[in-house]
């Protein structure tokens, strides 16, 4: 399903809804992920979903459910071993906003994605 070269490449259909689920969860300020247990996603530890929540707040708007517009722009790279992946995010002033999701996918049985970062990069 994804690829394994150097190029950048559109985000799959069939992972998008869980990265709409993933956001949905930090939309409503869990960002440790523990009241939304999503399958196919880890848990978040404290340290990072307070930067993530840092982030959000400094960049001034609030979070908002991931817009269709988002895709177009959002990718994924094979990095050797994982996927890593680049979600902009949508605020509720901007369909796509500057902020972005930083998550990869490890090429093990698992293939659980595991959040990074939200920033601007």
């Known amino acids: ?5 150097d190029k950048e490449h559109p985000i799959p259909e069939g992972l998008r809804p869980r990265f709409r689920e993933l956001v949905a969860a930090l939309v409503v ?7 939304h ?6 848990p ?3 340290r990072l979903a307070d930067f993530i929540a840092e982030q959000i707040d400094a ?5 908002a459910p991931l817009s269709d517009e988002v895709w177009q722009r959002s990718i994924y790279v094979w990095d050797g071993p994982n996927w ?3 979600i902009d995010l949508t605020t509720t002033e901007e369909s796509v ?3 972005v999701l930083h998550a990869r996918l490890l090429d093990d049985e698992e293939g659980q994605i595991e ?5 601007v990069p």
């Open 37 to 42: 247990r999503l399958n196919g996603v880890a």
């Open 59 to 63: 960049y001034g708007a609030k979070l």
């Open 84 to 86: 890593q992946f680049l």
């Open 1 to 5: 399903m994804l690829a394994r070269d």
């Open 44 to 46: 978040i530890d404290a």
């Open 29 to 35: 300020g869990d960002f440790q992920l523990s009241t």
């Open 115 to 119: 959040v990074w970062s939200v920033h």
């Open 97 to 99: 906003s500057d902020l």
